[in-house]
């Protein structure tokens, strides 16, 4: 079995427990941090080396993070091209190596896929943001759209809370409408497969910040069957292999809407709150996507 290339920015407690669980598996993998990578161009050859091992020998490149370094990605998604290497999530090869989904693209492609999500805007510039928000109802979704995993997402209920909101930030923002509901739930997805799922049942009622990670929850063994496919359907219509999904069943209509898609998601506390092993399951599907 050839080796498995994971590439990151930033260790982290994720890839921490990836190294663990790769080596009680016996499972090659290489650690592939982005400041390390090397381009070699001699004598009518080339090849991308990563401590002195030449990557087209890895069986699958799996990309944890694309962060700022996009001047590598291109050249490494070519570099998967021409040696045949299968590339999670196989989306980035389609964009050419732009940079991994934002916020804005993400709500863009649900919402023209069909995929059940909320009424939103996308603003460039806080100036538009607070002219924008004068039409809506409020309390709404403010996100910036940089922002991951529950940074950068605020509930406003009212305009002075955008001063907070708003404080030292710049760049881009969506604008979502609230939709009320007795807590999220939190799906992960291996290759379409529900490997681990909770549902959070603090309501955000004081807290401006919304976090990903705090309130009170409960494991879910079994899914309610549209949440299930909705978190499938999102997951699909963004074509992403790993995710971590958040989407609530908003109590104006009982229906199921998708919050956010998670790509590349963290899973340390997926894992602490459902005993499952989430590093295994990602590391069995790679392994299964080396074989194809």
Request: include cysteine.
């Amino acid at each position: 079995m050839k080796r498995i290339g994971i590439f990151y920015t930033a260790w982290t407690e994720g890839l921490r427990r990836l190294a663990e669980t790769a080596k009680k598996m016996e499972v090659e993998v290489d650690f592939v941090y982005y400041g390390d990578l090397k381009a070699v161009m001699d004598k009518g050859q080339t090849r991308i080396e990563y401590g002195g091992k030449d990557l087209g020998e890895c069986g699958l490149f799996y990309f944890r993070a694309v962060g700022d370094k996009n001047e590598w990605l291109p050249l490494l998604l070519d570099y998967a091209r021409e040696r045949e290497i299968p590339v999670v999530d196989g989306y980035l090869s389609g964009l050419g190596g732009a940079m991994r989904k934002k916020k804005l693209m993400e709500a863009w492609v649900l919402k023209k896929e069909g995929v059940a999500y909320p009424k939103t805007a996308g603003l460039s510039s806080r100036r538009n943001l607070i002219e924008e928000l004068k039409g809506w109802k409020l309390p709404v979704v403010v996100k910036s759209v940089s922002g991951r995993h529950g940074i950068g997402t605020y509930l406003v209920r009212k305009m002075e809370e955008l001063e907070l909101v708003l404080k030292g930030k710049e760049g881009g923002y969506l604008i979502q409408e609230y939709m009320p509901n007795d807590g999220d739930y939190r799906i992960f997805l291996v290759g379409g497969k529900v490997v681990g799922a909770f549902k959070r049942l603090e309501k955000e009622t004081e807290r401006v910040t919304l976090s990903s990670s705090v309130g009170k929850s409960e494991v879910l063994e079994k899914l309610p069957p549209e949440v299930e496919n909705l978190a499938r359907e999102a997951a699909l219509a963004l074509g992403v292999e790993i995710a971590g999904i958040d989407l609530v069943i908003d109590q104006r209509d009982g229906q199921a809407r998708i919050v956010e898609v998670n790509q590349a998601p963290e899973f340390e506390v997926m894992e602490r709150r459902t005993g499952k092993d989430i590093a295994g399951e990602i590391l069995e599907y790679l392994l299964e996507k080396c074989k194809e």
